[in-house]
């Protein structure tokens, strides 16, 4: 637990709201990452972040130093991120409903951009991973949690998270295959074509 940070929480909850700045500074790379890394988009990232440091500091004095704070900033990001992948998951579902043409919806820019930030057939996978699983490998592969601090933000037990993560490690190699096929295919016949 970082001494600095609980103290500052302490002013916080006294009223000296000026300390919350120190708070955001020291916390807000790391949870925007994570946001981004759920989200896939650095815009809905950004805009997540803000939300949650509102969030935190409207419910700063139901902070328990428990498990720390950064751990009780990373339940509330998870909760947020999840709440706004179920919200683009039904605004999905419904644009597909009222356009059955897949060719009347089109990336962005942005969209390609963040593709290729974070490796095209990867970003593919992870899209096709429910939020829960994705936000796992998040936090164990990028965010390099153990399994006892993942256990404690997505509140379950250190042992059903390490069942989890193998299940989810071993869906995620079943869909990676068939991309990684696909590459193969595609770098073969770009091969042929040269040599023709």
């Not at 929480?9 to 020291?26: F, N």
């Amino acid at each position: 637990m970082n001494e600095e940070i609980e103290y500052r929480i302490k002013r916080v909850q006294a009223g000296e709201i000026q300390d919350y700045a120190y708070i955001v500074k020291e916390h807000q790379r790391q949870i925007f990452v994570y946001c981004w890394r759920l989200l896939g988009s650095e815009q809905e990232a950004e805009e997540a972040v803000q939300d949650i440091f509102v969030n935190a500091f409207e419910k700063i004095n139901m902070y328990k130093p428990t498990a720390g704070f950064s751990f009780w900033l990373y339940k509330m990001a998870y909760r947020h991120c999840l709440n706004l992948i179920r919200r683009r998951n039904l605004q999905r579902k419904f644009r597909t409903i009222l356009y059955t043409s897949a060719n009347m919806i089109s990336d962005s820019a942005a969209q390609v951009m963040e593709r290729q930030l974070f490796s095209e057939p990867l970003s593919r996978a992870l899209d096709q991973l429910n939020a829960e699983e994705r936000n796992l490998l998040v936090l164990r592969i990028f965010e390099e949690k153990s399994f006892g601090e993942i256990g404690e933000i997505m509140n379950k037990s250190e042992g059903a998270i390490k069942k989890k993560y193998g299940r989810t490690k071993t869906k995620l190699k079943k869909i990676m295959e068939p991309i990684e096929e696909e590459q193969k295919c595609v770098n073969y016949k770009t091969e042929i074509k040269n040599k023709a």
